[in-house]
C-alpha cells in the first residue's frame, strides 16, 4: 500500500532513542490511530497507528493501517495506483474482502482473508493494489518491515502464506510471520519479527508466551481487549517493552474480539522514512524520489493495471530532521 497523503511527515527514526510515556498500567503505551485518506477526495479512509510522535517503531514494523469494515459497493473501495517502495517488506493481511496485486516482479495475486502477502523491496520495487469487483465488504491491515542495512538492497521478491489456525483457550490464532503459541511461519525476512492474527470468543482469557527480547505492539480491531492490565479498545495499538515473557489477552467485549500482535527486538539503526521510501539519509529519498519521477529501470514496470502510476509528492523544503519519541517520565 502506498501513502499517498500529498504532504507526507518526514521521519528520521530508529537508534538509540527514549521510550513513550506509558498510559494506562505501567509497562503498557497505549497509541491512537490517526484517519489518514487513501487517495482523492471520495477515497477509502485508514486508521493509522504507525509511525506517529509517540513511538515510530515496533521492532521493524514502521508502518501500520487498518481499514474497514467499508462497503466499497458504495464507495471507490482500495485503488492505489502503481507506486514505488525501497527498503522495506510490505505484508497485507485481509479480514474481509478481497485485493489484487500486481507488482514489477510480474507477480498477479489475490490477497485473501486469512492468506498473507509479503513483498520484498530492498532497493526498488512498484505495485498496484485494487479491491476486486466481487468485494463487497474491505477489511483488514497493511504494514511495512524496515530492511536492517545490509539488507536493504535485496532483491524483489514476493512470498505467499495460508497459516493454519491454532485454538488455545478459546483463542484462534493465525502465525503469518515468526512463531507464537507453538506455530511457525516459513516466511523469510531478515529480522527476527513476530505477527499474528489473534480472535478471542466472549470472555475468553489467554496467557501467551513471548520473547523477552522482543517488544510487542497489540492492534485491537474488535471488541475491547484488556492486554497485560490495560484495556485496549478498537484502533488502539497497546505497546509492551522488551522484558515481558508473557502476554495476558482478555476479552471483555460480549462479542468476539480480533487483535493483530506484532513484535520484534528493538530496531537499532537510525533510518529515515518518507512517503514510500525508506533509506539512511535526506539523500538516500532525494535518489529514490528522483529515479521513480524519471521512470527509471530501478523500480520496473506494473503491467495490467488500467491507469497511471501515482507521482511522488514534493520533497519537503529542508533536510529531513529526526523526530523522536517523548523522553519517560
Known amino acids: 500500500m502506498s501513502n499517498v497523503e500529498t504532504e507526507p511527515a518526514e521521519l528520521r527514526c530508529g537508534g538509540p532513542v527514549d521510550d513513550g510515556q506509558s498510559a494506562g498500567t505501567p509497562g503498557v503505551e497505549v497509541l491512537a490511530a490517526r484517519d489518514v485518506p487513501l487517495g482523492g477526495p471520495r477515497a477509502m479512509r485508514v486508521r493509522r497507528t504507525l509511525p506517529q510522535r ?45 485485493v489484487e496485486h500486481r507488482d514489477s516482479l510480474g507477480t498477479h495475486a489475490l490477497v485473501r482473508p486469512g492468506e498473507m502477502n509479503l513483498m520484498t523491496g ?35 521478491d514476493f512470498q505467499h ?47 501467551l508466551a513471548v520473547d523477552t527480547d522482543f517488544e510487542h505492539g497489540l492492534l485491537v480491531d474488535s471488541g475491547d481487549v484488556r492486554l497485560s492490565g490495560t484495556v485496549l479498545r478498537p484502533a488502539e495499538l497497546g505497546y509492551v517493552p522488551p522484558g ?24 537499532e539503526e537510525e533510518i529515515v ?30 503491467t495490467g493495471y488500467p491507469g497511471a502510476r501515482l507521482h511522488a509528492p514534493a520533497l519537503p523544503n529542508a533536510v529531513i530532521r529526526p523526530r523522536r519519541n517523548p523522553p519517560r517520565g
Open 161 to 207: 502464506h495460508i497459516p493454519e489456525p491454532v485454538r488455545i483457550d478459546g483463542a484462534g490464532i493465525r502465525v503469518f510471520l515468526g512463531s507464537l503459541a507453538g506455530d511457525v511461519s516459513p516466511v523469510r525476512t531478515f529480522t527476527p519479527l513476530l505477527g499474528a492474527e489473534i480472535t478471542l470468543e466472549p470472555g475468553a482469557a489467554i496467557s
Open 273 to 302: 522514512m518518507w512517503w514510500n521510501f525508506i533509506g539512511r539519509s535526506h539523500e538516500d529519498i532525494v535518489r529514490a524520489r528522483e529515479a521513480w519521477e524519471a521512470a527509471s529501470d530501478r523500480f520496473g514496470d506494473v
Open 54 to 98: 509517540a513511538r515510530t517503531l515496533i521492532g521493524a514494523w514502521c508502518f501500520a493501517d487498518h481499514y474497514g469494515p467499508v462497503d466499497v459497493t458504495a464507495t471507490h473501495g482500495m485503488d492505489v495506483a502503481p507506486h514505488p517502495h525501497t527498503g522495506l517488506q510490505t505484508v497485507s493481511w485481509l479480514f474481509s474482502g478481497e
Open 244 to 267: 515481558a515473557g508473557t502476554l495476558t489477552l482478555v476479552n471483555e467485549s460480549e462479542g468476539p474480539a480480533r487483535t493483530i500482535l506484532l513484535g520484534g527486538p528493538p530496531f
Open 122 to 156: 530492498g532497493y526498488g520495487i512498484s505495485h498496484s493494489e485494487v479491491s476486486t469487483p466481487d468485494t463487497t465488504v474491505l477489511h483488514g491491515v497493511q504494514l511495512w518491515v524496515a530492511l536492517p542495512g545490509e539488507h536493504r538492497s535485496a532483491e524483489r
